[in-house]
């Protein structure tokens, strides 16, 4: 292995909710008023802090999301997650070979940690993931593309971050990641692969992932 840490991304590569997050973020910002298809929001808030969501929408609109937008938003993603929610295929095996090399891994998500958390429960990957391997946006004060949250992880994990590779599926995790100086592997099972093209290899296979990383 030519890293000393594998940075992982959350939603989308450790866990299958971007389906899920995006088409309920559609209608609910099409039911307070600004319609949003679920095409739309995968293309403009796949892989944003909720941050984002309130600025696009006051940048288009010049109007303000309500303030219980994040709390409502989030209790809908959380009964949908223990309903609908699933590991990505083949990230269990991926695991299962960084634990048994003894290879350092962290999750680094724009989402919450209570959202990291209740996913990573419902789909059995919490036994994976104690609290020293999940750093949140919430941890610093800007969320992707700045490069903050990656830096913050590896920082926290003792690894400089020349050292560290990034897992990501969003153009915006991408441009975290080549911003925070850290390679990065563009996952394209649903992101358009030119829109990853920022990262130095692509794969559309969890499957492929072990390989990639040697």
């Not at 808030?45 to 989030?74: C, K, N, W």
């Not at 995790?173 to 990262?199: E, I, K, N």
Request: hydrophobic content about 40%; proline content about 5%.
């Amino acid at each position: 292995m030519r890293y000393d840490l594998v940075i992982f991304d959350n939603d989308g590569v450790l866990v299958d909710s971007e389906p899920i997050s995006n088409r309920l973020l559609a209608a609910y910002l099409t039911e307070l008023g600004h319609p949003t298809s679920y095409e739309d929001s995968i293309r403009d808030y796949m892989g944003s802090a909720m941050h984002r969501i309130h600025d696009l929408v006051q940048e288009r609109t010049g109007q303000s999301l309500p303030a219980d937008f994040d709390d409502t938003f989030h209790r809908r993603v959380f009964t949908a997650f223990e309903q609908e929610l699933k590991p990505v295929p083949g990230v269990v095996g991926v695991l299962e070979k960084l634990a048994a090399d003894g290879v350092p891994y962290c999750v680094a998500s724009s989402g919450s940690h209570e959202r990291i958390r209740v996913g990573h429960r419902t789909t059995g990957l919490d036994r994976w993931f104690d609290d020293a391997r999940v750093f949140s946006a919430q941890d610093v004060g800007r969320g992707k593309p700045a490069p903050d949250l990656f830096l913050y992880a590896a920082a926290r994990m003792g690894v400089e971050p020349a050292r560290c590779v990034v897992v990501e599926d969003s153009p915006l995790g991408v441009r975290a990641a080549v911003a925070a100086g850290m390679d990065v592997v563009g996952f394209t099972a649903m992101t358009p692969a030119d829109s990853l093209a920022g990262a130095g290899q692509l794969f559309g296979d969890m499957a492929e992932l072990a390989d990639l990383l040697r």
